[in-house]
C-alpha cells in the first residue's frame, strides 16, 4: 500500500489566521475613518483656491471686474446679460464648462465685492453640516468671518 503525504490546514491554524487578520483590520480601520471627510474639506479647498478661484481672476483680468453677485459664477461659462455686461468676455473660463458643486453636493457661495474681501470676492463652502459655523471652508482668512 502506498501511503500519500497529504497536508492541510489545521481548524485551530485557520481560526489562528483569521484572528490575526481581524487584528490587523481593528488597528487600521479607525485610523482611515476620518480620511474621507479630510478629503472632502481637501477638494473644497482646492475648488475655492484654485479652480474657481482661478477663473474669476481670468474673468477679472479680461472684464475689469469680478461677476457680481447677481451674475453670480455662471458669469464663468454665459456671458453676463445683466449690468454691467462685460466687454471683453473670453469664456467659458472653467474647463469643464459647468460649475462645481461643493463636496457635500451644495452650491458654492459667491458674493462680489466681498464682505471679508472687499477688493475682491467671497467664496465659500458651508461645509459637512451645510449651515454657516466654524467649519466652513472660505477664501478668506477665519479670523475675518463674522
Known sequence: MFSENKTAFTLIEIML?????????????????????????AAAHADIDANLGTALDLYELDNGQYPTTEQGLKALLVKPSSSPVPTNWHGPYLKKKRIPVD??????????????????????SYGPDG????????????????
Open 103 to 124: 463636496p457635500w453636493g451644495r452650491e458654492y457661495k459667491y458674493t462680489a465685492p466681498g464682505i471679508n474681501n472687499t477688493e475682491e470676492f467671497d467664496l465659500s
Open 131 to 146: 449651515v454657516e459655523s466654524q467649519d466652513d471652508i472660505v477664501n478668506w482668512p477665519h479670523d475675518l468671518s463674522h
Open 17 to 41: 489566521v483569521v484572528i490575526i487578520i481581524g487584528i490587523l483590520a481593528a488597528m487600521v480601520i479607525p485610523n482611515m475613518a476620518g480620511r474621507s471627510e479630510q478629503a472632502r474639506v
